[in-house]
């Protein structure tokens, strides 16, 4: 079966650090570009980052600094390190892949997304 397993959500104070995991089965990330998108309640999709099949990655204007995606390849894992949460990242995060040559942050991607991931963030 082709999936994405999203983890390591939580419940963190302003400032605090969550670092998400999405372990892929029946798909090499290496291979695609993946990244990741949120999406809080009444709010629009957000794309946060984006990884290309060669490492080279992409963020999001309101998370540059803060937020990291890397890739361990070994493990068909995808990683997002989140620092100095505020309460705006309040959301659902996904991780997702796409197929398309042009890799970059997205709200929508063609291929796969998982389950989603809570992040809660409060002040």
């Known amino acids: 079966e082709v999936q994405l397993v999203e983890s390591g959500g939580g ?11 999405c372990v892929a089965s029946g798909l090499t990330i290496s291979r695609y ?6 999406q809080a309640p009444g709010k629009e999709r957000e794309g946060v980052a984006a990884s290309d099949s060669d490492g080279r ?4 204007d309101f998370v540059k600094g803060r937020f ?10 995808l990683y ?13 995060y996904y ?3 796409d197929s398309r040559p042009i890799c970059y942050v997205r709200e929508h991607w063609n291929m796969l997304t ?3 991931t809570q992040v809660t963030v409060s002040s």
């Open 57 to 60: 990655t992409s963020y999001a």
């Open 95 to 97: 991780c997702a892949a």
């Open 68 to 77: 990291t995606i890397s890739k361990d390849n070994a493990k068909n894992t």
């Open 80 to 92: 997002l390190d989140m620092l100095s949460l505020k309460p705006e990242d309040t959301a659902m």
């Open 33 to 38: 570009c993946v990244g990741w998108y949120r």
């Open 114 to 116: 998982g389950q989603g």
């Open 11 to 21: 419940s963190v104070q302003a400032g605090g650090s969550l670092r998400l995991s």
